[in-house]
Nanobody
Framework: QVQLVESGGGLVQAGGSLRLSCAAS????????MRWYCQAPGKQRELVAV???????TYADSVKGRFTISRDNAKNTVYLQMNSLKPEDTAVYYC???????????????WGQGTQVTVSS
């Protein structure tokens, strides 16, 4: 019954900003790492950023200095603040969370539905 629901995508001009949100809900015991991936047409899904439960972050080289991943543990939500957007950032962005479900002994990777980000030149 665990679900991740994404929001915040859209169309923006180069140099603009967007903030993506991904909220987890359901029978959740705890959430470990949360991640953002992107997938452009014809390309593999690529890791954009990772944040641990305690707030340690890692970024792909292509987004360092422009994107910021954060989380609100009380809301079971992860965010991706995207600044200085470039046309090459255009992709579907997927959130991911490593979640321990109530009554389970191990965690499992859950995925959001994806949200389209389009950056015009």
């Amino acid at each position: 019954q665990v679900q991740l629901v994404e929001s915040g995508g859209g169309l923006v001009q180069a140099g603009g900003s967007l903030r993506l949100s991904c909220a987890a809900s359901g029978s959740i015991s705890s959430i470990n790492a949360m991640r953002w991936y992107c997938q452009a047409p014809g390309k593999q899904r690529e890791l954009v950023a990772v944040i641990t439960r305690t707030g340690s972050t890692t970024y792909a080289d292509s987004v360092k200095g422009r994107f910021t991943i954060s989380r609100d543990n009380a809301k079971n939500t992860v965010y991706l603040q995207m600044n200085s957007l470039k046309p090459e950032d255009t992709a579907v962005y997927y959130c991911n969370a490593d979640i321990l479900r109530v009554g389970s002994i191990g965690s499992y990777w859950f995925w959001g539905q994806g949200t389209q980000v389009t950056v015009s030149s």
